[in-house]
């Protein structure tokens, strides 16, 4: 009897207790699920700083997009034409000289200082002097305020590539005065990170609430933006895993998953989310090493070839996913300078086996090397390592996979060890110019030892190139580029699809290829 | 040949042997009828797995080591042929369903077995004699000897089986050999500690004493008279960590540090669902091979420990009841 009481108390304080707990996480589910003027938004970060002149990474330049303004913009996301932002701009000398004037003069910043000139140029050269990894960007440019309405930025060499450089989030326009009464400088004595990962200095539709790098970062909105306002007062961007973000989504916790693959997107029932597809601006391909001390056969250009038509590109885009595209060059295709897909090669099993007898290649296994942990938008690269290893075999060619962590990986990809093997690039900027690193004697091509001497056809094409005038551009850089293809050196494989996953509790939003997901646009 | 022996060694291993009447782990004859043919079968199924548990723990390792000796013959498709539509769900002409890429899932997961089952037994025989030939030493010698080899054991212990074993495995660079190589590092110390107390009990029991006083060297007292005590317990470990040895080797595969793809692997073929939970049968289905098969060498352990070690046994009863 006695230990029918227990028995029967024991299950009654259980259930209250559940039910208290289910009560508790019901109110977090109610707050967390963006309720009202709140949006959650998960992503897997990769983030380190948001101090704009420090940030090079994706997560940070999603917080900085919403925070930041930037002197140029892409309008709508179209990455071919660089539009005004704060500023208008005009190319001369060349395209030697730019000339920026401030357009938005009733551009606050979110203590409601207006943004000048002065704010502009000490971002640019905050950027140049940090030394940090965004400071490329502007190598090489000269920055001089003219007036308080103009500055000049002048380069050594022509620089057409410039107004696709400064829509970067990382050239954000921070508030000069505080930053510097904040230790902040313009060389390398700078010591404002810290103050800027908690407060913003922006002038963007939001500013930083709380900034915890490795949980959450919320942002809430800037009474002081000059655009309209957004509906999303608040936004509370997560670090969660894709598994995770792909159950939050469905439950109506987040609003806002950046990481799903194209799998786990159509698993979702329609009622539940949206899906946008936007293409990715980074390139698969293989890399075959030049160096005959690494290996004698993928310096044998028949073989590189024989590789290139034995690839069956179908099936690489169907393990992309919907919205994957082919890619005929390093350059993806919705950029300035590319290659048309349509000129990408097809499998051609008997062009195959004609060039690896032209080769010479008698089945030996190449070494194959790639990152087991990494996935590029949701490609897999073990999974597109494994499928080319099955394509091959089918071709007659043998590799042997070389799976490591990206660090190793990567380390013995800059060492120029590794003759064979699966390469990423993320563009920094919508430029063909950025891909110059491919080039015979590029920082790229010395990982494969591809010396600069090695093609002067190439060579000659890459200056040609890079003289052009703006309008023949694009189709100088894409001659270049399709005459490297051809080589077989680079292989490229797949521009993948940067898929976002909306939830239905948001009826508008803007998502491009610039900014992804835009906040301040949703409702 | 003993005096006066503390710990008699058990002489029942021997499978097929008439049951010894007087041992104190024999748990008896259950008083079968006296069917002679009868008899003779329930004789031969080894005396220390005739518990309900370890009966299904050896049923289901023979199951498993008939699919892995049979496998190619069993495997309905090539276990690395992409022929098939992705992520097509069990049913149909691939039972278990097909994987991201396109492959059976029911072929992966038996000739995964091939690789998984020999390498883990030997990983282990390995460990165990590696273990107790250093316990051993350690034991018997004692003093500076037995100080080196249990401060290096003491050193692995300190860290977690798990991310000791991917410390080597990453810093050897992956594959299957050096998944080996990484488990038996880190699996050693537990055979060394347990050889080591059992050697030092035995070595100043009396027999041994007097063995030494024959003269008989520190090698013969060793594997002649020390050996048979020590032989028992470091089995019963071993049967029992064959199931944490096929744990760490699937761990090591998944997080890519065992076996390298496209060779098929349990943790690896887990790993590769883990990012698509919609397809569930893709980690469902390695993921309760491993439970199957770690469950099974648990049950034959627990049986052998019952039989071959009784003291533990017992001790193991007294505290649980």
């Known amino acids: 009897m006695r230990r029918l009481a227990r028995a029967t108390v024991a299950i009654c304080s259980t259930l209250a207790l559940t039910l208290g707990l289910a009560a508790c996480s019901g109110g977090d589910d109610d707050q967390a699920g963006g309720a009202g003027d709140t949006l959650v938004a998960e992503t897997a970060f990769s983030l380190t700083t948001i101090d704009p002149h420090r940030q090079f990474e994706f997560t940070g330049s999603t917080i900085d997009n919403a925070v930041y303004q930037t002197a140029l913009e892409f309008e709508d996301g179209d990455l071919t034409k660089p539009t005004d932002g704060l500023c208008s701009f005009e190319m001369s000398d060349g395209d030697k000289t730019m000339t920026l004037k401030l357009k938005q003069k009733d551009a606050k910043f979110s203590n409601g200082d207006p943004v000048t000139v002065d704010d502009i140029v000490f971002s640019f050269e905050r950027l140049q002097g940090l030394k940090g990894n965004p400071s490329f960007f502007l190598d090489g440019v000269d920055v001089k305020k003219v007036d308080d309405e103009t500055i000049e930025l002048k380069s050594e060499k022509p620089n057409p590539a410039l107004p696709y450089i400064l829509p970067n989030s990382s050239i954000g326009i921070v508030n000069s005065k505080v930053v510097k009464e904040n230790k902040g400088t313009t060389d390398e004595k700078d010591e404002a990170e810290q103050f800027l990962n908690e407060n913003s200095q922006g002038s963007g539709p939001y500013q930083i609430d709380t900034y915890d790098p490795d949980s959450q970062v919320v942002l809430t909105a800037n009474e002081n933006y000059n655009g309209p306002a957004p509906k999303y007062k608040r936004i509370v961007l997560r670090n969660v895993s894709a598994e995770t973000q792909l159950t939050d989504i469905q439950s109506g916790q987040a609003q806002v998953a950046y990481d799903l693959n194209s799998d786990q997107a159509n698993s979702i029932d329609d009622s539940m989310a949206q899906k946008t597809s936007l293409p990715s601006t980074r390139s698969l391909y293989i890399f075959n090493n030049m160096d005959d001390k690494v290996s004698d056969i993928t310096t044998n250009e028949d073989f590189r070839m024989a590789v290139t038509s034995a690839i069956d590109y179908e099936k690489i885009l169907e393990l992309s996913g919907d919205g994957a595209q082919r890619m005929a060059g390093l350059v993806p295709n919705e950029f300035n300078g590319a290659v048309p897909k349509d000129q990408a090669p097809e499998r051609d099993l008997d062009k195959t086996k004609e060039l690896l007898e032209k080769s010479g290649y008698d089945g030996e296994e190449i070494p194959f090397h790639y990152s087991s942990d990494q996935s590029v938008n949701g490609v897999d690269l073990a999974q597109l390592a494994e499928t080319l290893q099955a394509q091959l075999k089918e071709a007659g060619i043998n590799l042997a996979l070389k799976p490591a962590p990206s660090a190793t990986q990567l380390d013995g990809f800059r060492a120029g060890e590794q003759p064979m093997g699966i390469g990423t690039w993320g563009a920094d900027f919508p430029d063909p110019s950025n891909y110059n690193v491919f080039v015979p004697g590029g920082s790229v091509a010395d990982r494969v030892n591809w010396d600069k001497d090695a093609s002067p056809e190439i060579t000659k094409l890459a200056e040609a190139a890079e003289k052009a005038d703006e309008d023949k551009r694009g189709d100088a850089y894409a001659k270049m580029y399709k005459s490297l293809s051809d080589t077989g050196v680079w292989i490229p494989l797949v521009q993948p699809v940067d898929t976002i996953v909306v939830g239905n509790s948001v009826k508008k939003y803007v998502s491009n290829a610039d900014t992804s997901f835009d906040f301040a646009q949703a409702e | ?321």
């Not at chain 2, 008939?66 to 992705?86: E, G, T, V, Y």
């Not at chain 2, 249990?150 to 080597?168: G, H, K, S, W, Y």
């Not at chain 2, 594959?175 to 050889?195: D, E, F």
């Not at chain 2, 309760?288 to 034959?300: D, G, K, P, S």
């Open chain 2, 1 to 321: 040949m003993s005096i006066g022996t503390p710990k008699q060694p058990p002489t029942n291993t021997n499978p097929g042997a008439e049951a010894v009447p007087g041992n104190p782990g024999s748990p008896g004859n259950p008083g079968n009828p006296v069917d002679p043919g009868v008899r003779r079968w329930t004789i031969r199924f080894p005396k220390s797995l005739r518990t309900p548990l370890g009966f299904v723990g050896a049923v289901i390792l023979a199951v498993w080591l008939l699919l892995a000796i049979f496998a190619p013959l069993i495997a309905p498709f090539d276990p690395l042929a992409q022929s098939f539509s992705r992520l097509a769900p069990p049913g149909g002409e691939n039972i278990l369903g097909t994987d991201t890429l396109g492959r059976d899932v029911f072929s992966r997961i038996i000739v995964s077995a091939r690789t998984t089952l020999p390498a883990a037994v030997f990983v282990v025989i390995c460990s165990a004699v590696l273990g107790s030939v250093l316990g051993a030493i350690a034991g018997y010698f004692g003093k500076a000897v037995d100080e080196i080899i249990m401060r290096i054991a003491d050193l692995v212990f300190a860290f977690p089986t798990i991310i000791l074993a991917m410390v080597i495995a990453a810093a050897l660079g992956p594959g299957l050999k050096n998944a080996i190589i990484a488990i038996l590092l880190v699996s050693w110390p537990s055979y060394a500690r347990v050889t080591r107390s059992l050697v030092m009990t035995a070595r100043n029991s009396e027999y041994v004493i007097a063995g030494r006083l024959l003269g008989f060297s520190a090698g013969k007292s060793l594997t002649r008279e020390i050996a048979p005590n020590v032989v028992s317990p470091v089995v019963v470990l071993a049967t029992l960590d064959v199931g944490s040895a096929i744990l760490t080797m699937a761990g090591l595969s998944f997080l890519s540090l065992g076996v390298v793809p496209p060779t098929p692997d349990w943790g690896a073929m887990i790993s590769e669902g883990v990012s698509q939970f919609a397809a569930w049968w893709i980690a469902f289905f390695p993921g309760l091979c491993i439970l199957t098969i770690v469950m099974a060498f648990n049950f034959i352990g627990d049986s052998l420990r019952d039989t071959l070690d009784p003291h533990t046994a017992q001790e193991v009863g007294e505290t649980t009841s």
